[in-house]
């Protein structure tokens, strides 16, 4: 498929979810096998952009440059006096979004065939993956800057739909409130990001903004606000520090979501666009540099409190904020390839791990894992899945982790002040314990819960099926990195070769440095295995060896209960304030008073109407005649 | 012989109602010198005979007008107002326009009149005659008189481009109002449909209606 | 030949005199007499334009035509509302029809 007709991606699940959200209860199966073809049409759509992106169709001529391939007036005012086009834009990095969001999304449509079996509401369950699919890839195609945020509040809708989706839970509903407000505080800067760029460059096509800013056009401290607003918008979507706070609690969402909005696709939107805008940060260095000690800080501190949290999917939730972490690092160091290609496998295993703990949960009924332990004999296949995943997170050759950590572990040596690698890699360790104990707790040691132990059993294939073919992808998606690989799949010279801003990547393989990242990732599946190996009492004794080190980090470093304070005195403080302003001088000043002035007229007043029609007939004559004789003097 | 017979057939002037009498000389006396100086000046040669018969017409139309507001038993009023539908149809023939003065005979002196003598005997209007007018009538001649007067003004006022009048012939008359008035003529007569069939679902006595008011009464 | 004028003032003055009338009357039967002198009036207007200067078509005519139409079918319709009010009320006064106020 030509990359023109990539609007196609945005329309058909668009189509797909009007559909389902209203003709849910006469479709057969409520419709999610229609979802899921138009997923699967989705994929196919683009794999056909990505072969004609990479020069398949022109005799393998690849051009790694971007082309503006489609578009329409989408808002015209004054007869082109403000014209904002719908256009969409394909470039390596849109191509890398693109099969990232399809592959995921038909992987997890498919698993929720299965997962979410006999659920209420289950075809408005399969219209919102469409919605969010149409608003996820919309984001990504999008050419301007307008779209792109229309997008963007897109899926944070369909975010905040599928978090509270048990809505009549009110942890889901809290928590979908929460994850919705949290990202609003971002998506204001964004807007208001946005809103300056297009105040100076006076167009919201991302192209000729970033042409605009290379050429001069802001004045440095304008364009460093600018894009710290940007940034904002970011930090809010990928759950970067400090408003982290939503994705832990968005968990509460249905596993299949998490894995889909809140590890793989969504949550990188922020990647997605710092690395759209990277020419622009290129020319701001304190903007970047911002960018890259927010990654760092998230990486670190999301890592360590993975470390104590005993909720399987929030271990997972801090682990995809502290990865996310890792991505913005990489762009605060300018290096988009790595951050993209760490988007890209990141997307697999964490999918991966997503999915195999939502095959846990639909097995056990349990999430926490106090309570689990065990499961590799009665889920050999999940385990293994599972336990893929978790080492290609742990970044252990040759899995998909390994190479992109890596680039951005060898980006921050090279480029980063040595701080910043040493903590990098020292979150790195930690990930690799944290996963470790993960694994162990949850499929190793002996059952804690027997009752769920013996009940226990291995998923149908409906969801196996996604985690074997995302195992794979989890496996094998690292080697794009590879020239050869590359070349075989279109694209010579890998990944760096696609994705970059300013001039092609060339991946370097430094035994040393990759031997010292192996090792380190070794090293800290051996503490993870010598500390919990078996030996599930060892949680407890943490807690006693460092409480208040374990409370801090169990308390989420108190960061919760900090914004509820500043809620509490402050806004409420300001609320009561207003509301006080409200009930006194707008009420009942401002409206009972209206009310009662416009009474006490109408008491006097009613007696004009006499109720007799002769008198209504009388005063209508005189205003006839009246106007007649104006009439006739004007004439 | 014969001249006797009917002599004799004649009503004695002690029979006739006093009241009529009495109108009918009133009516003459106010009636006659208009018409003998009409008829002096058409004599003279100072106005033609359509003219005189116009005032004449003018002057039934207008007093019958008057009488249909003024008088104070309601069947002399909708009488006057008969009279001045007859005058009326008499203009319409002086504007040479035979078929609407045939249909305003037919229909006011036949319809319009019969329906208002059958609303009053059956709304017993005439039984309260002293109250027939309402409490503005002074206000309501004042506004009256002001719009007559700004009426007339406006009329005098504007230059009338008017040539001679034509007779309309009745074919004409049914071409234009059938082919080119064909959807309104459609129209008007469903809106008499309607209007008829309105008209009995409105005033139908309703038996539930009659049972309440005899267990009332 | 009689000038146009003298019919138009003539419907003017008969205009002014239902306008009166409606006014100043008390029985709903006669406000509709009144009526019909306005409608009288209004048909001699149109009848006197359409002999004087509109020769061609005489549009006015059709006109007065369907005026008459619509008066008739209009007296029909009101008296039946009268009757009514009368059968509901004990009478034909519009004075005493005040239930629209406070």
Redesign the interface.
Same mark, same amino acid.
């Given at each position: 498929m030509p990359m023109d007709q990539a609007w196609l991606l945005i329309a058909v699940p668009a189509v797909t979810f009007v559909l389902v959200a209203l003709l849910n209860p006469v479709l057969p199966r409520r419709g999610d096998l229609i979802v899921v073809l138009a997923l699967a049409s989705v994929v196919l759509m683009g794999l056909g952009i990505i072969a004609d992106f990479t020069g398949y169709f022109r005799g393998g001529l690849f051009t790694p440059e971007g082309a503006n391939v489609f578009g329409f007036d989408w808002i015209n005012i004054g007869q082109g006096l403000f014209v904002i086009q719908f256009d969409t834009y394909v470039d390596g990095i849109t191509v890398v979004m693109i099969s990232v969001v399809s592959i995921v999304a038909l992987m997890v449509a498919v698993y929720s065939m299965s997962y979410m079996h006999g659920e209420p509401r289950y075809g408005w369950y399969f219209a919102l993956l469409s919605l969010f699919a149409t608003a996820m890839l919309a984001l990504v195609l999008s050419g301007n800057l307008l779209l792109l945020y229309f997008a963007w509040e897109g899926v944070g809708l369909a975010s905040f739909l599928l978090i509270g989706f048990y809505w009549e839970r009110q942890s889901a509903a809290e928590a979908a409130k929460k994850a919705f407000i949290t990202t609003r505080i971002g998506d204001v800067g964004l807007l208001i990001g946005i809103v300056l760029l297009w105040r100076q460059a006076g167009t919201f096509n991302i192209q000729e903004i970033i042409n605009f800013a290379e050429a001069g056009g802001f004045s440095n401290t304008y364009l460093t606000v600018a894009m710290l607003f940007l940034f904002a918008g970011a930090v809010g979507k990928s759950a970067q520090f400090p408003l982290h706070v939503w994705l832990p609690d968005a968990m509460e969402g249905p596993t299949p979501v998490s894995a889909l909005i809140h590890a793989a696709t969504m949550v990188v939107a922020g990647v997605y666009l710092v690395a759209r805008m990277m020419p622009v940060f290129d020319l701001v260095p304190v903007a970047r540099d911002y960018v890259l000690y927010t990654g760092l800080v998230t990486a670190v501190m999301a890592a360590t409190q993975g470390l104590v949290t005993s909720d399987i999917k929030r271990v997972l939730a801090f682990s995809t904020v502290s990865q996310l972490g890792f991505m913005f690092v990489a762009l605060g160091l300018g290096n988009v390839t790595a951050a993209m290609f760490h988007l890209f496998t990141h997307a697999f295993f964490k999918a991966l791990l997503f999915l195999g703990s939502g095959s846990v949960i639909h097995a056990t009924h349990h999430q926490e894992v106090d309570q689990l332990g065990g499961l590799r004999h009665k889920m050999p296949i999940t385990t293994a899945t599972f336990i893929i995943g978790s080492m290609a997170l742990a970044g252990v050759i040759p899995l998909a982790g390994f190479w992109s950590k890596d680039e951005i572990l060898h980006a921050a040596m090279t480029d980063g002040p040595l701080p910043v690698y040493l903590l990098l890699a020292g979150s790195a360790v930690l990930t690799a314990i944290y996963t470790t104990r993960l694994v162990l707790l949850t499929f190793f040691g002996e059952p804690k819960d027997h009752h769920a132990y013996e009940h226990a059993h291995e998923s149908p294939a409906l969801i196996t099926g996604p985690l074997v073919i995302l195992a794979t992808l989890a496996t094998v998606s690292g080697f794009v990195v590879f020239s050869s690989v590359g070349r075989m799949l279109g694209f010579p010279g890998g990944i760096g070769e696609v994705v970059f801003t300013h001039e092609p990547h060339a991946f370097v393989f430094d035994i040393v440095f990759a031997g010292t990242a192996v090792a380190s990732a070794l090293a800290g599946i051996g503490i993870g295995i010598a500390y919990w190996k078996g030996d599930a009492m060892r949680a407890v004794r943490a807690r006693q060896w460092a409480p208040e080190l374990h409370a801090l980090l169990v308390n989420r470093y108190y960061l919760d209960d900090l914004y509820q304070a500043v809620i509490d005195r402050v806004v409420l403080g300001l609320g009561n304030v207003v509301a006080l302003f409200d009930k006194r001088v707008v009420n009942e000043s401002g409206v009972d008073g209206g009310a009662q002035t416009v009474s006490w007229f109408g008491m006097r007043l009613k007696f004009l109407q006499t109720g007799r029609i002769p008198n209504y007939a009388l005063a209508m004559a005189v205003g006839v005649v009246v106007l007649a004789v104006m009439a006739l003097q004007s004439a | 012989m014969g001249g006797a017979v009917v002599l004799n057939r004649l009503p004695l002037p002690a029979q006739l109602d006093r009241t009529v009498t009495t109108g009918g000389l009133l009516a003459g006396a106010i009636v006659t010198p208009p018409l003998i100086a009409l008829i002096v000046l058409r004599v003279l040669g100072n106005i033609s005979s359509a003219q005189m018969v116009w005032w004449m017409l003018a002057g039934v139309i207008v007093a019958g007008a008057l009488g249909a507001v003024t008088l104070r038993n309601v069947v002399h009023s909708a009488l006057a107002l008969i009279a001045a539908a007859m005058g009326l149809a008499g203009m319409f023939l002086l504007l040479a326009s035979e078929f609407l003065a045939l249909v305003q005979v037919l229909v006011y002196g036949g319809g319009v009149a019969i329906l208002l003598m059958f609303g009053l005997m059956l709304t017993n209007a005439t039984e309260d005659p002293v109250v027939i007018d309402g409490s503005q009538k002074p206000f309501a001649a004042g506004v009256g008189l002001i719009l007559g007067v700004a009426l007339t003004a406006a009329m005098l006022s504007a230059n009338w481009d008017a040539s001679i009048s034509t007779v309309v012939d009745f074919r004409d008359l049914g071409a234009r109002l059938y082919r080119d008035f064909g959807v309104p003529f459609e129209v008007a007569s469903l809106v008499l449909l309607v209007a008829l069939v309105g008209a009995v679902a409105i005033s139908r006595r309703d038996n539930d209606d009659d049972n309440d008011a005899e267990a009332a009464s | 030949?009689?000038? $146009?004028?003298?019919?138009?003032?003539?419907s003017?003055?008969?205009?002014?005199?239902?306008?009166?009338?409606?006014?100043?009357?008390?029985?709903a039967?006669?406000i509709?007499?009144?009526v019909?002198?306005m409608l009288?009036a209004v048909? $001699?207007n149109f009848?006197?334009f #359409?002999?004087?200067?509109d020769?061609e $078509?005489?549009?006015g @005519?059709?006109f #007065?035509?369907?005026v008459?139409?619509?008066?008739?079918?209009?007296?029909?319709?009101a008296?039946?509302? @009268?009757?009514?009010i009368?059968?509901e009320r004990r009478s #034909?006064?519009?004075?005493e029809?005040?239930?629209?106020?406070?």
């Open positions: - | - | 030949m009689i000038p $146009l004028e003298y019919y138009l003032v003539l003017g003055i008969l205009f002014a005199l239902g306008f009166y009338g409606v006014l100043a009357r008390r029985s039967i006669l509709l007499i009144a019909e002198l009288a048909s $001699l009848v006197a #359409a002999s004087y200067m020769a $078509l005489f549009t @005519v059709i #007065a035509i369907f008459i139409t619509i008066a008739a079918a209009e007296v029909g319709l008296l039946g509302i @009268v009757l009514r009368f059968r #034909a006064n519009v004075d029809a005040s239930s629209l106020k406070w």
